[in-house]
Structures are given as C-alpha cells and as structure tokens.
C-alpha cells in the first residue's frame, strides 16, 4: 500500500496481551499493511501494565500500546486510524466519502460499545476470570449478531464494498466469540464475512485459549 509519509525500517513496538482482542486487531493491521514490528508481552497478572514505564506510554494503564521511533499511542481504535493515516492508504480504510468515513466511525463505536460490552466481555468471564454478568453479556452478543447477520447477507463488509478499519475492529473479539460461550451457529454470513478477513493477505491469527486450541 502506497504510504502517506515515509516510516523508517525500524519496527513498530507493540505492547500487548497475546490473547486480548483489542491487541490483536493491532497486530493485524500492523501485518496487513506490511510494517516491521516487535511484540512486547506484559505480565498483567503482575502489573506490568501499571508500572511507571507502561504508564509513560500509556497513561491509563492500558495495552494495546505502540511506541513508533518515538510516536507513543494507546487505545486501539486510535492506534488502527494513526497506522492508515501515517503508513497506509488512509482513505481506502478510513472512508472515500462522507457516507463511507461516517460508516466506518459507526463501526468503531460499536467495536467500543456493543462489541466490548458483548463478545468480548462474555470472552472476559470465561477466559480470564473477569467478575462480570456473562449471560447478560451473552444475551448482547446475540443481539448484535442478529443485527450484523442481516446487514452482512447482501454485502461482504461491513462499511463499504472493500475491507475497511470497521472489519479490522470487529473481527477479532467476534472471531473468538465461541470462546466466551457465544456460537456463530447460527450466523452464516457472519462466518462468511470472518473467512474473507482469514482471507486477506498478511492476515495473522490470535492465540486462542488453550482449552478451544
């Protein structure tokens, strides 16, 4: 893909879980457009994520994190639209159009509403232990894949006729759904539209829980 401005071959750090979803639609778009990166796994479970130095780059104590010779970011919606801004065809994955970059924005949000607050939060309980209300976190999984299976049966993506930063936001909490209890059984279309991501080239995989490998 063709760079807006010019990255040096010095790899991108990414600061991350291996298994959280918010990191790896990073890591996948790292890989998608083709940049040299390094993983840096943080024991969380011992607060690596709280330390000074994590903080320096991310103040709310958050992963995803990337430092990029020097530009420091979290939060992973802003990472995904800072890497197609600065290394990548920007209006190909923000948007063409007003109606494009506003249906992209639409999609963003949900991976930080209902995305968050369904697959991945069902995902958070059986995974990691997370003292949250899975069934009702279920219950919001399905209510979104109704919505997304019916918007997803005359179209291949999510936001425009080309893969976009809503289907890389989307993707990896929903493609690891089943592992918080949540079936895509029922969702055809759904399944179809994961297989084209799986499909692209320089797509990279997540770790799955050891119990569903």
């Known amino acids: 893909m063709i760079a807006d401005t010019p990255h040096t071959d010095a790899p991108v750090i990414l600061y991350r879980h291996p298994r959280s979803g918010h990191c790896h639609r ?11 990166y390094k993983t840096v796994d943080l024991d969380m479970a011992a607060g690596a994520h709280k ?7 991310s103040p709310l104590g958050q992963v995803p994190a990337i430092d990029d010779s020097g530009e420091r970011l979290s939060d992973s919606n802003a990472i995904l639209t800072y890497l197609v801004l600065r290394h ?4 190909a994955w923000r948007g063409r159009s007003p109606v494009e970059a ?3 924005q639409r999609w963003l949000s949900i991976a930080a509403g209902e995305i968050a607050s369904g697959p991945c939060a069902a995902r958070l309980v059986t995974v990691f232990g997370a003292d949250l209300d899975h069934p ?5 999984a399905h209510a979104l894949f109704a919505v997304m299976e019916t918007h997803l049966t005359a179209r291949d993506w999510l936001a425009a006729d080309r893969v976009t930063l809503a289907d890389i936001a989307g993707y990896s909490y929903i493609a690891h759904a089943p592992e918080g209890g949540v079936s895509l059984d029922s969702y055809p279309a759904i399944r179809a ?21």
Not at 26 to 36: A, H, I, T, Y
Not at 136 to 140: I, P, Q, S, V
Not at 198 to 211: D, K, N, Q, T, Y
Request: hydrophobic share 55%; net charge negative; charged share 20%.
């Open 51 to 57: 330390a000074p130095d994590h903080l320096a780059i």
């Open 26 to 36: 990073v890591e996948l778009m790292l890989s998608l457009l083709g940049l040299p």
């Open 136 to 140: 009702a976190a279920m219950a919001r």
């Open 102 to 104: 506003a249906e992209i």
């Open 88 to 91: 990548g065809d920007a209006p």
């Open 193 to 213: 539209w994961l297989r084209r991501i799986e499909g692209l080239e320089g797509f990279v995989s997540m770790a799955r829980s050891p119990a569903l490998a």
